[in-house]
């Protein structure tokens, strides 16, 4: 038997600002948005496989704790790319800034956060 992961669903502060950037820096498209669990707002965001779902609830959001140190956190989120260099650009255009640069096995990587502090990894294999 075999799994993939069909998508995950994160909150965030504004769906359609998190979508925007999404499909700028990752080609991306929005497959589905919509009305939400009380009366928040879905973006469905990714691949034709694959997706984020990203929910910005009707009230305000408020920041969470450091995820690294709460059971159940979710650390960050990895995207593949084949050009870093070109990613890296494009992730400074964009207005975040790029970290944690690493090259180790079984590739290349770096690391940013968004608007909502949520880490994301950009990974390229050779």
């Not at 502060?13 to 998190?18: F, I, P, Q």
């Not at 879905?42 to 305000?60: F, N």
């Not at 260099?85 to 180790?104: C, I, K, Q, R, S």
Request: no cysteine; glycine share 8%; net charge negative.
């Amino acid at each position: 038997m075999m799994t993939t992961l069909e998508h995950a669903n994160l909150t965030v502060s504004d769906a359609a600002k998190t979508a925007s950037w999404m499909s700028t820096l990752f080609g991306w498209h929005i497959r589905w948005q919509g009305a939400a669990k009380n009366g928040g707002h879905t973006i469905h965001i990714g691949s034709d496989a694959q997706y984020l779902a990203l929910y910005t609830p009707k009230t305000d959001t408020t920041p969470g704790p450091d995820s690294y140190n709460m059971r159940g956190g979710l650390n960050h989120l990895a995207v593949v790319t084949n050009d870093i260099e070109a990613m890296e650009t494009a992730v400074l255009a964009a207005g975040f800034t790029p970290e944690n640069h690493a090259d180790y096995e079984p590739g290349r990587r770096f690391y940013f956060h968004d608007d909502d502090g949520i880490e994301y990894e950009v990974v390229q294999y050779d």
